[in-house]
């Protein structure tokens, strides 16, 4: 059938989508979520069809979506040609996972590059999550997986032969020791490509803090080019097309908050994979209060890491650690940036358990390649190596690498919470802390979240000053304190 | 938020959907399918949120699809206040579903309400068609599952004590019973206001075929007028909002052919339920070619239809018929159309088996309102008083009762399939059969499809007439050989 191109005038973020009317979908035997494809001259694609009841298309036309109307390379007012399509292969591999079938890594390819080809309907890919989340992935699965996801998006290729990677599971505010131990490994001479994510729903990701001093933004050619001058980089990996799939499946699993871990294991392995990493450690931060909250859950995952790990030919390292309370005082992007540099220059202002995490994780990596220990770590952190590494670092990536704790602009908006009596710090709420830094702000308004001033176990006193919350709109300040109305932060017995 | 109403000049088809610039979405923390309430002055809705990324909505717009647009009442360019609110509580029990656990009928009518309202996302509905799928439905939650469809949509309310209704589940071409039982049971003095189906994959549904004579798209008020006058009428289901969630559900299992047994057994009961029927007819065809293949899962699904209409308070009669081939002599509307005449009119070429497996039926309902038995059925159709009564509702449908078969317009390409060696009919493909028909143009074209000269077990000798191809399109009539060329569609031994 001869169809009119109409430009719809609206971008998917992903699916090939045309609309039909439903006149014409009807004579052509379509249904909605059927696939057709649009032909103009030798030029073809394939795209799912949505259909339109009432008004926009009419009868005779065809509204493409911008990524359609690019793939194809149509005008307005064109004709193409539409017809029928048989849907792909990899619909019914997702089938054959629904009834519990194990899928071979020929099949998980299929469906991963469908994915990044955008020729999976979000409906459909969500199908994939459900089967993932309610059946499981088996280990072989879990590799398949991981390996089509690197297999089908960009790679990061250095020639070194040791290159060091790390990754933590989330869920703890602060904790931002990637942007420590990153400056001590390089510094130490051996290669640490550090790709990082933005804050989905925490108060700020590594990139997003690391985006206080510098770009964070790179192509994959720039980021070599900055890790073979300075043997590091902190980088978004959502800039690079590194793991492109892994992005789409996780927008599927946000409607119902799934977190199927063969997915999870995947997502983290595919993009150490891609940065062709040799070692990586990995910190499971865990307890209540914590993403993963129970041991026996955390253990697990520790396990699978491993055995992926050397499914895939990399020598894991996995610690666990407590994951119930921050780590540093700051949380959110300034905040966060301002312990790290206090670290760095080992000011007096250096949390010390950001510090001491971070020398842990850093010593690990060092002897996980035979350079050393913890002792060596500390070394190359308190001589001030691991800050001249930083600046290094900053410059490549376009920032100013003179930059000082002072000159981290923190939000002018702010209020105190103090202690209402004598005793000891028993719990911290991670969930609502956040919560509270997200609603003043961050992780988009840099300069907005909370700076702590207690960890669990420490004495406080009547009158202490336990937390301060910053943000650079009043409005948004005002917001927070209706969480300190309905949930008790810091317990103090 | 305030933004700025753009028409995106496009309708969803349902789902409630706005449409954000990624800026504004970053500030307001909101991702790709996470929810917003619209406010204009006191009216207000909630919709999903697509991001659009480059080009169509600017910063400071907010797109409304058609259905959004509508129920807001703005128009384009005034400002609405948009506000994140949060998902659904009934999210949170597909959530449960996907996670094994058994919903209540408090939970399953939340979701259902929701899919009514269109606030649950196809992807979200997805998940649930999903988990249904995967985890099965119990009989609890069928028995909820329909009455959530019933109470969230119209009901025909007619002041009769005995309601009959009849349903068949499907797969078997022609098998157009339905014509012939609703006016032999209605010339019986006993109500049967049956409501059918479009084809979705097969040749013709009876709506199709009975819209050969009449009208088939009415009100509700219309229909209880209609059926009060002569006891009975054959509508189409899609034209009332009876059973309106059934439609969403069914659309959500179409990319992936999934056919989950509870959502089945309710999708038909809920029809049922909807018009008070007091007595129901279940008429599983099945076998090798029928839409339900094992002889094992018509069983099950025979127990079940009496367990659910038990507790829905429904008499129920669940018969087992012959699914392996066609019953009548067309497939196709008009063909159909043809044979239920000339069954009606006691026509020489009136198709025996369609005539018995009808009479058959309507015995069996009269039996079950102890209105008579079979022999009742046959002397009603035969002595032309289900033929009267067939006209009466004709006339009440705005059709013409006047129409002889000679009238029924019949496709004028067509050609002939030959035996090409003696002997005895042993198998003939319904599948290859519906594929040819469609091919040819039917449902959309009512003079397209197919006309069966033989049955199995029929003797036949080389170069008799085996069947007939119909289309009024010469072209798709060409295309329709192709299917002759790759499957053996009546094999002869």
């Known amino acids: 059938m001869k169809l009119k191109v109409k430009d719809v005038n609206l971008s998917t973020g992903g699916p090939l989508i045309v609309v039909l009317n439903k006149e014409d979908s009807s004579k052509m035997d379509l249904h909605a979520l059927d696939r057709v494809k649009i032909k103009k001259d030798e030029k073809y694609i394939v795209a799912v069809v949505n259909i339109c009841e009432n008004k926009g298309i009419r009868s005779g036309e065809i509204g493409l979506f911008e990524e359609v109307f690019d793939k194809l390379g149509v005008k307005e007012n064109e004709l193409v040609d539409v017809s029928i399509e048989k849907k792909p292969d990899s619909i019914s591999y997702i089938k054959k996972k629904l009834d519990r079938q194990e899928l071979s890594s020929e099949e998980i390819n299929a469906i991963i590059k469908d994915v990044v080809d955008n020729t999976i309907s979000e409906v459909e890919l969500g199908f994939f999550v459900s089967a993932c989340y309610t059946h499981g992935l088996s280990m072989n699965e879990t590799v398949a997986l991981t390996n089509a996801i690197v297999n089908n998006g960009a790679q990061l290729k250095l020639d070194r032969n040791i290159i060091l990677d790390k990754h933590g599971t989330g869920g703890t505010p602060g904790n931002r020791t990637t942007m420590i131990v990153v400056p001590i490994i ?69 409607p119902l908050s799934l977190d199927p871990e063969g997915i999870l294991l995947s997502s983290i392995m595919a993009k150490k994979k891609a940065v062709n990493a040799t070692h990586v450690l990995i910190d499971i931060a865990y307890g209540p209060g914590a993403k993963i909250e129970s041991v026996k859950r955390a253990n697990r995952l520790r396990k699978m890491f491993y055995k992926l790990g050397k499914k895939l030919g990399i020598k894991m390292e996995v610690i666990m650690t407590d994951g119930t309370q921050p780590i540093g005082n700051g949380i959110g992007p300034s905040l966060e940036a301002r312990d790290v540099l206090y670290v760095l220059m080992n000011d007096v202002r250096a949390p010390k358990d950001l510090k001491e995490k971070s020398i842990h994780i850093a010593g690990l990596m060092l002897k996980m390649v035979g350079k050393g220990n913890q002792e060596t ?89 336990l937390l301060t919350v910053y943000s650079k709109n009043s409005k948004r300040l005002n917001y927070t304190l209706d969480v300190f109305n309905k949930v008790k932060i810091i317990e103090i017995e």
Chains 1, 2 share one sequence.
């Open 186 to 254: 390089a510094a130490a001479g051996v290669c640490i490509p550090k790709t990082s994510s933005r804050a989905i729903t925490s108060a700020a990701g590594t990139a997003d803090v690391f985006e206080v001093f510098a770009n964070v933004s790179f192509s994959t050619d720039k980021i070599k080019e900055i890790v073979e001058k300075t043997n590091g980089c902190i980088v978004w990996c959502g800039a690079m097309d590194l793991a492109s799939a892994d992005d789409k499946i996780i927008k599927m699993e946000h």
């Open 377 to 465: 770590a500390r070394e190359i952190l308190e001589s001030g190596k691991a800050y001249e590494k930083f600046k290094e670092i900053i410059k490549e990536q376009e920032g100013n690498p003179d930059i000082k704790p002072e000159d981290i602009k923190i939000g002018q908006y702010s209020y105190m919470v103090k202690a209402k009596k004598n005793g000891v710090v028993k719990r911290i709420d991670n969930k609502a802390l956040v919560r509270i830094a997200r609603i003043a702000g961050a992780p988009f308004d840099k300069e907005a979240g909370i700076y702590l001033n207690v960890h669990k176990g420490d004495k406080v006193k009547e009158g202490d000053v």
